[in-house]
């Protein structure tokens, strides 16, 4: 076999054997195939597509390329979410504690923030001593413990992705159907859970802007997932404009806890409603109605919110900020975001909304940027409220005393207009 032939036979629209794609990404990883045959493979899939077959088995061979995690001594059943990635997407600090307290585990190995979407591993490191580098052993305690438990990403999980990656984000050859949901899934897939319910955003802030493509992105994913013998759904959910009120860590983490105590944002809670009902469905908890009561019961009597609590501090975070979100610390400069006119909040745009909150420090351009976990946007205004001239629409929150830049973002970035406009549902789309 040889790189060279792989190479052409994709390039001439051919369908690869998954012998060929072992021989490929084990070649690539060994350094006997080079960056720039890998990325002509990455070309040639752009242009070609690759049929199921394919997708499944470059997914498995980036699932193979490293180490699979090991959770058979987690007792019971296992269920996780995957957010293809957004702004203001706190979903998991919430969709968690609430599934844990249902009974179903939650062992959740999550990533960081770049560029203008935020990550779960960041928002949690803006709580005071919290710890994302767990041992095996101590994750596996915590989470049989606690019922959750969240880790950083680890370089021996599918190490194939990382250099796919790397080469795609300077070859233009991100953002295909094929590559996307077999860098997603090979990684998700070297975790070890039962059941998997995906969260594919659509919209500015989300990597697929059209529901069409999200759509396919979904069923390339949820097909994935059920080759691998995953019970596995997907939702297609909003992301026009940011979740929630919040887009920063230390800001997101305050959101998430209020959401909890049944005060979240209404499309948010939704959301979370939405995903934490799925999870419960595919464990195997009830009828799709009796998990969505369930999960309501767990809001309303406060377990949730405990189990929150416990987790932070299983975790050596200060739980205190569980109990009392008003004592967070923000950036301690701000700037406010006026309405130009009177009128109705038509359209924002999640992704400026990201870019604005990066400029303020709240992300990072690069993997080494330092993040100011107290920077970001409190929204005060979201699509559909009726403003006047001079009202608040956004507080920024910076270390910096630099607004001018990102005041300017937020302002085009947010349109008013004369007719309140029809309510878009956050989930728009459910592919089992
Ligand atoms: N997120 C990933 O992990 N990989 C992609 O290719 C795109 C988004």
Redesign the pocket.
Known sequence: MRAYDIIQKKRDGKELTKEEIDFFVGGYMRDEIKDYQAAAFCMAVYFRGMTPEETASFTFAIRDSGERADFSQISGIRADKHS??GVGDKTSLVVAPIVASCGVKVAKIS?RGLGHTGGTIDKLESIGGFRTDLDEKTFIDVVNDCGMAIIGQNAVFAPA?KKF?AL?DVTAT?DSIP??AS??MG?KLASDDDCIVLDVKTGSGA?MKTQEKSEELARVMTDIGKRAGKKICALVTDMDEPLGYAVGNALEVKEAVETLQGKGERRFTALCIALATKMLFLAGKGSEKECERLVFSKIIDGSALKTLARFVRAQGGDEEVVFTPEKIAFSPEKADVLAEKDGFIVQTSAEEYGKAALLLGAGRNTMEDKIDFGAGILIKKKVGDRVKKGDVIATLYSSKNDFETAQEIISSATKIGDERPKERPIVLKTIE
């Open positions: 293809t990635g990533g992705d990656y795609r991100v590559l996307i860098s997603i990684k990597f």
